[in-house]
């Protein structure tokens, strides 16, 4: 009888010590989930200008992109302040006093950005060489687009946004519904024997851009052919003459107005449609189309204004 009672204290010391060690385990477990869950609240991303690690769904936003604007427009995203100084009329509710004006886009109001506390910023390639300046005041995210490789390029800049807010399945039917509309026009397009023109009108004169170039993906992605393969890969285009639009005689002519993008007078058709234009085909036939100035120049690289832009030059198939 003692040796059973020995045993069964035995056993029962085993069991108790068992029963620690798994609470203690599944407590260990429990804590390591808890903390996983506390990691995943912060995302890091990596840009030109170094490295920014910031909590998800930031509250003070403050945006220097239109483009970026447009997309946290689209996934429902609250933002704080703006450059008001021009704001797209896609996004003319911004223009409101319930958000904080920080300046325009080559001229950032410090000041009221400091005085905002924003939680993080985003800047673009406008604002690039005041990029230290930003950052002293919040994590400040830099954001650009390869016009090289456009449409992913832009979805990567998409793809970051729904992530820093966990919005990824808002953009992910935005992004099916984009990508239905640029095929569409692709399809289209590549189909068309007619080959297009870009140009910049700028106060009298004339550039013109090509594959790859900054207006490049009416060609690369929307599939219009390029009537000139070779023109310089430029930000601000190739200077041409009114002589060269006659030569390479384009079927269709986007044309894109800059002074009025930036508030200027607009002046795009009297410089365009001269006595040289008037002999292309794209004259002829009613193919040059003016896109908007604001939209394309300003305010492009955005979910919304995407769409758009694509319904523009989808105009020049009908």
């Not at 010391?13 to 620690?20: D, E, K, S, V």
């Not at 966990?166 to 640029?182: G, R, Y």
């Not at 910049?200 to 052919?225: C, I, M, Q, T």
Request: with cysteine; aromatic share 10%; charged share 25%.
């Amino acid at each position: 009888m003692k040796k059973l009672g020995l045993f069964s204290l035995i056993f029962t010391m085993l069991f108790l010590l068992a029963a620690c060690g798994n609470k203690e385990e599944a407590s260990t477990t429990t804590n390591e989930s808890t903390e996983a869950v506390e990691e995943s609240k912060e995302v890091t991303f990596t840009h030109e200008y170094g490295e920014v690690t910031l909590e998800k769904n930031p509250e003070k936003v403050v945006v220097f992109d239109f483009g970026i604007l447009d997309a946290l427009d689209a996934l429902g995203v609250k933002v704080a302040g703006l450059p008001q100084a021009i704001v797209p009329e896609s996004l003319e509710k911004y223009k409101g006093s319930e958000y904080t004006n920080v300046g325009s886009l080559k001229e950032p109001d410090f000041e009221a950005i400091h005085e905002l506390q924003p939680d993080v910023i985003f800047i673009s390639g406008r604002q690039a060489e005041l990029y230290d300046q930003f950052a002293e005041i919040a994590p400040t995210i830099f954001v650009d687009v390869d016009y090289a490789n456009y449409i992913p390029s832009l979805e990567e800049n998409f793809n970051l946004v729904a992530e820093l807010f966990e919005k990824e399945d808002v953009l992910e039917t935005k992004m099916e519904e984009l990508q239905a509309s640029i095929d569409e026009v692709n399809k289209e397009a590549s189909a068309s024997d007619s080959k297009a023109l870009i140009l910049l009108a700028n106060e009298g004169k004339v550039s013109a851009y090509g594959p790859g170039s900054r207006y490049g993906f009416v060609h690369d992605a929307f599939g219009f052919k390029a009537v000139d393969e070779n023109l310089e890969v430029s930000q601000h285009g190739q200077s041409i003459t009114f002589e060269y639009i006659l030569e390479k005689n384009p079927d269709i002519i986007f044309v894109i107005d800059r002074s009025a993008a930036i508030g200027g007078e607009v002046g795009a058709k009297e410089t365009i449609e001269n006595e040289l234009v008037k002999k292309t085909n794209a004259y002829k036939n009613g193919k040059i189309i003016y896109l908007d100035a604001v939209n394309w120049y300003i305010a492009g690289n955005g979910i919304t204004s995407t769409q758009a832009m694509t319904q523009e030059v989808k105009a020049a198939l009908e």
